[in-house]
Nanobody, 122 residues
Framework: VQLQASGGGLVQAGGSLRLSCAAS????????MGWFRQAPGKERVFVAA????????YYVDSVKGRFTITRDNAKNTVFLQMNSLKPEDAAVYYC????????????????WGQGTQVTVSS
């Protein structure tokens, strides 16, 4: 299984970025996909997740209304649209794939991508 995250970069506060995660080696449409982030010196934390069909989504409160997770099962890709970015959103963002319930615990995800850096200047 491979998860390849991309789309990170440097953006000013209030700006937008769209992260992508291309998956291979798994039954993508059956996989719960999640985004997590890890700031320097901090633990990896949940950001958003989406069910296999895309019909259910779950967000951490701090990103609700600003971030949107979607997926394209025909392209085996999950996206994270990030709007109104804040300096506290800066982190390395990781995509993850799981086969259990939609959730925020890292232990619910079996596979992880390499991460993409998001930097937000104030």
């Amino acid at each position: 299984v491979q998860l390849q995250a991309s789309g990170g970069g440097l953006v000013q506060a209030g700006g937008s970025l769209r992260l992508s995660c291309a998956a291979s080696g798994l039954t993508f449409s059956s996989s719960i996909m999640g985004w997590f982030r890890q700031a320097p010196g901090k633990e990896r934390v949940f950001v958003a997740a989406i069910s296999g069909s895309g019909g259910s989504t779950y967000y951490v409160d701090s990103v609700k209304g600003r971030f949107t997770i979607t997926r394209d099962n025909a392209k085996n890709t999950v996206f994270l649209q990030m709007n109104s970015l804040k300096p506290e959103d800066a982190a390395v963002y990781y995509c993850a794939a799981g086969s259990k319930l939609l959730g925020r615990d890292t232990r619910m995800y079996d596979y992880w991508g390499q991460g993409t850096q998001v930097t937000v200047s104030s």
